[in-house]
């Protein structure tokens, strides 16, 4: 909520930053950043206060960045000294309990310390797969799936008010060659020698909902003196069965929705002749060669955009101009899109449009994502049905799982191309990152099994309330501070995570707490004698495992307690 007392380590940071400007009279600059470097023996932060204040002030960076450093007094759980690098960078080095304090906080309550106030309660809708329903879904389609997923749970940890919605394609052409397609496949069963329409869909879905329809409802599906009569019924019949088929391969992914919106209402309630008149009134459309454009150029865009063609029929543009004005009149602050490499050109002029319609420049955000490869035995995979290949979502979840599989898509950038490797995928040890990851999670939990198994102590005195009262001071070594100060680093990199949309930053964030408690495991003891060692070590291990589920859970993954 607004007016929050600031919680992670880098807003309390920036906070005590702008105290110091304000206490020595100097204007808090534009472009404030506060960043962990690069390089550890650069301190635990760094800021640019003092080159962002040069101009301001008129003075070089680097007396501003030394005056600064002078005038910082140390103070109680926070800085412990102030230094100057460089032409004007300031570093900070954290006294050592404030990450001990941030792993209490981790204990007592997880929610409240992973939760920002990013997004003040204000709503966001994020539309995602959204593929047409004429034919299933592959594995591109399922990296958008991981994607949207991942960035709403992300939002929602920011402090947003998520829908998730679906926008099934349901009208136009690719539905009325659905429709064809099916017709014809169900034609064959009856008579082989049945032609198939060009550009129809030959996938052998459809093969496989024709031979229900025939089972189920005979042969007299189609009036040999008007074949045309039956077609509205093969493409109604065609677009429920994949919908459903599209659902449920969803479901099996951990993928829900909150609403699925179909384009056929956009023209049912009349928001697309509405759409085009908002934009009329708005002087950005004019008509040339008999049909209706968009002055897409006049906001941004390379071009000029076809909205009505000469036929008097839209263009696909259009309705999806409604679709978009619609999310804005349901009262969404924000809208987020996940779109394949294919619509990259597509974000300008939807870009315009709602520049067009007098939206906030920040209001839509597209995230496009690029193609997957899948990989066995070093090659690319042939994507091919009749090698039996699986090029479908369904098929690889079922051959990997759907936590493995929705790692994979994740853990790279969006807008880079994805190699999905099979071999690593299949295997069950380190060089597979998922379990590795789900492996930090279960070995914590072993820790936790064995201490109990011993009898001298009960379920009670492994609650994380209880452990976040251990001696943490206790943790000196130099690992247990590295690990300390990841979990104090996470809450800041949930919230920028979800400022960028950009969930692979969380699985790079598990891989390296998993590789630093692995390695943390190998090197002490957890269970020893000296109680209090002990505890302040289960606190840590109790910490590391909320920190990778939590981290898993909003990669929509599971976090096992034994492997």
Known sequence: MPGRPASSVEERLRARILERLDELGWPAPGELAVERPRDPAHGDWSSNVALALAKPLRRAPRAIAEELARAWQPEPGLVDSVEVAGPGFVNFRLRPDVYASALRKLLLDPDAYLRSDAGRGSSVIVEFVSSNPTGPLHIGHGRNAALGDAVASLLEAAGWSVTREYYFNDAGNQMETLGRSLQARYSQLLDPSTSFPEGGYEGEYLVRIAEELRAELGDGLIDASDPAASLPFFQARAAAVMVESIRADLEVFGVRFDSWFNESCLYQEGLVERALERLRDRGAVYESQGAVWFRSS?????????????????????????????????????????????????????????????????????IVYQAVTLLEGGEAVKLSTRKARFVTLRELV??????????????????????????????????????????????????????????????????????????????????????????????????????????????????????????????????????????????????????????????????????
């Not at 969404?332 to 007098?358: E, T």
């Not at 949930?494 to 495991?521: C, D, N, Q, S, T």
């Open 298 to 366: 006049a906001y941004g865009d390379s071009d000029d955009r076809v909205l009505v063609k000469s036929s008097g029929h839209p263009t696909y543009f259009l309705p999806d101009v409604a679709y978009h004005m619609d999310k804005h009149e349901r009262g969404f602050a924000r809208a987020v899109n996940v779109w394949g490499a294919d619509h990259h050109g597509y974000v300008p002029r939807m870009q315009a449009a709602m520049a067009a319609l007098g939206y906030e420049p920040d209001w839509l955000h597209c």
């Open 398 to 563: 079922q051959e990997v799982g759907a936590a493995v599989a929705r790692y994979f898509l994740l853990m790279r950038r969006a807008d880079t191309h994805l190699n999905f490797d099979l071999d690593v995928a299949r295997a069950q040890s380190d060089e597979n990152p998922v379990y590795y990851v789900q492996y930090a999670h279960a070995r914590s939990q072993s820790v936790f099994t064995r201490l109990l198994a011993a009898g001298a102590h009960d379920a009670r005195d492994t609650e994380p309330g209880r452990l976040a009262g251990a001696n943490l001071e206790r943790l000196i070594l130099p690992r247990e501070g590295d690990l300390l100060k990841l979990l104090a680093e996470f809450p800041d990199l949930v919230r920028e995570a979800a400022v960028a949309r950009e969930p692979h930053r969380v699985a790079g964030f598990l891989e390296r707490l998993a590789k630093e408690f692995h390695i943390w495991y190998h090197e002490v003891r957890i269970l020893g004698e000296d109680v209090e060692l002990m505890r302040a070590r289960l606190a840590l291990a109790r910490g590391v495992q909320i920190a990778v589920r939590r981290g898993l859970g909003l990669l929509g993954i599971s976090a096992p307690e034994a492997m």
